[in-house]
């Protein structure tokens, strides 16, 4: 994610980060959960399964010296067993080729994470190419996007009662 994109999702999510728990799927090296740790997130557990992108991870973790705040889980981004129970924000930011091949494996995963594991002030952002989904897609979850360049960042909420 471009600097400038991660920049706008912080501000965009800051007032929803302060003591939240977090889950950062598809972490790579960590900058979305490890930015939010220092915005004030209680504590992010990390998804990610690629050796690069772990061994950067974990590096980062403790270079950064939040190894008690944090829980790195090597396992599929997409699969309940590798998620938290409850969670206030989820950062989904799949391979952009994961949203073409697999799109509808994603928006499953995405539709149990905003049912079943979000509080009810919680939040998902899902990052993907520009005009990759309709809003139509993640109903009926509320969802909005804001544009950057080639990126959309979804917006995802439980859906009011």
Avoid at 91 to 119: N, Q
């Amino acid at each position: 994610m471009l600097d400038r994109v991660r920049e706008a999702l912080f501000s965009t999510i800051q007032p929803r980060l302060r003591d939240a728990v977090v889950l950062d799927l598809f972490a790579g090296s960590g900058s979305l959960g490890l930015e939010a740790l220092s915005r004030g997130a209680r504590s992010v557990r990390f998804v990610e399964r690629g050796a690069p992108a772990l061994t950067a991870l974990r590096r980062n973790v403790e270079e950064l010296r939040v190894r008690a705040r944090v829980e790195v889980v090597v396992g599929d981004a997409l699969k309940p067993a590798s998620w938290l129970p409850a969670v206030d924000v989820v950062f989904l930011d799949p391979p952009y080729a994961m949203i073409e091949e697999r799109r509808a494996r994603v928006l499953r995963a995405l539709a149990t994470l905003v049912e079943s594991h979000l509080g009810a002030d919680g939040i998902a952002v899902l990052h993907v190419p520009r005009g990759a989904l309709e809003a139509e897609e993640l109903a009926p979850a509320r969802a909005r996007v804001r544009r950057y360049g080639t990126n959309d960042l979804w917006y995802v909420e439980p859906q009011a009662d």
